[in-house]
């Protein structure tokens, strides 16, 4: 990419898409299509078809996505495979049939089975059972993986993808119920700590094990990627059936509970911490192989107890506190 190319970013307003969309201007890109989810419905196919004739985008970042922890993907998993396999299918397709020149595809470790061997590399997907929590989610994401790889196959088209491990960071999703842990935690200790509540219930025991990336860290990762030359990324990337896509974090991970106790020693709660073991845990690890990623000139910067503390001061501040 130049700095002049002009670059499609879908789902510029969620918490992956924003963190592009900021990466990519202090990298000095000003040619930015971020359209409102007022402006483009990415589940309609005709609404999609349209904004590609209209822009003709050189390059594309995937990020749009529905998106939740255990209890979303529990309650709503009809909607988590339909909007995000319908997200996927238009902006791939069109991708393709305008000639965009390389289009990254944001996935997520979810695609790993439940008990994949650890770390979890590349080579591991389709190699056993999905956590059934947020199986509909996982298999959605499996198919974007699977289309970037067809089509690079049948058209030899440059479609890459990274699977994040768990993203937090400013602009992330707060909600009581349908966030993931991170800010699920930032949330309930926070309340707990102006309420002079006594304890804090997390759900699970507290043993299973999570690596989580700073967003800004994974927006790095993918401008890296987005800006090497082809002759870099096709013997990694671009060689079926070399898989198509690279892991994205940190090579490292914390219990539950350990996590927990972060969050709660950075709120400044100072009450109890209780597990309520009768609530599921989900995959007992998720910690990724990052290899591939290192050997493509790429680490991560923000350590945990820096991004979470940054994260909770951006959460004060969206709520006025």
């Known amino acids: 990419m130049d700095k002049r190319s002009k670059i499609f970013v879908a789902g510029s307003n969620g918490l992956v898409g924003s963190a592009l969309a900021r990466r990519l ?5 000003e040619n930015l299509l971020l359209p409102e ?4 419905d990415l589940t309609c196919q005709q609404a999609v078809a349209d904004f590609f004739c209209q822009e003709n985008p050189e390059y594309v970042f995937l990020a749009a996505a529905k998106v939740g922890g255990i209890h979303a993907n529990n309650t709503y998993p009809a909607e988590f495979i339909q909007i995000n396999s319908t997200i996927q299918n238009n902006v791939i397709h069109q991708a393709w049939k305008h000639e965009v020149k390389r289009l990254l595809f944001l996935g997520s470790s979810c695609i790993y089975p439940q008990l994949a061997p650890q770390p979890m590399k590349e080579e591991h997907l389709l190699t056993g059972l999905l956590e059934p929590t947020n199986e509909p989610y996982a298999i959605a994401k499996i198919t974007g993986i699977k289309m970037c790889e067809a089509y690079n196959r049948q058209y030899g088209t440059k479609f890459i993808a990274v699977m994040p491990t768990n993203l937090y960071g400013p602009g992330d999703n707060f909600h009581p119920e349908n966030s993931h842990v991170l800010p699920a935690l930032i949330r309930r200790f926070h309340e707990a700590k102006v309420q002079k509540a006594s304890e804090v219930v997390v ?3 507290g043993t299973p094990r999570r690596e989580l990336l700073y967003v800004d860290d994974m927006a790095s990762g993918c401008l890296h990627l987005m800006e090497l030359s082809d002759e870099k990324i096709a013997p990694e990337l671009l060689s079926y059936p070399k898989p198509c896509f690279v892991n994205l974090g940190t090579g490292e991970d914390v219990t539950i509970r350990e996590l927990a106790e972060t969050v709660k020693s950075i709120v400044g709660f100072e009450g109890a911490l209780v597990f309520d073991s ?7 690890r998720k910690m990724q192989d990052v290899s591939r990623m290192h050997d493509l000139g790429w680490r991560h910067s923000i ?3 820096q991004g979470i503390a940054t994260t909770y001061a951006w959460y004060l501040e969206s709520i006025g506190s």
């Open 25 to 29: 201007q202090v990298g000095g890109y």
């Open 37 to 40: 989810i007022n402006e483009l």
């Open 203 to 205: 759900w699970g025991s």
């Open 278 to 284: 009768t609530k599921p845990d989900g995959t007992p």
């Open 303 to 305: 350590s945990l107890v």
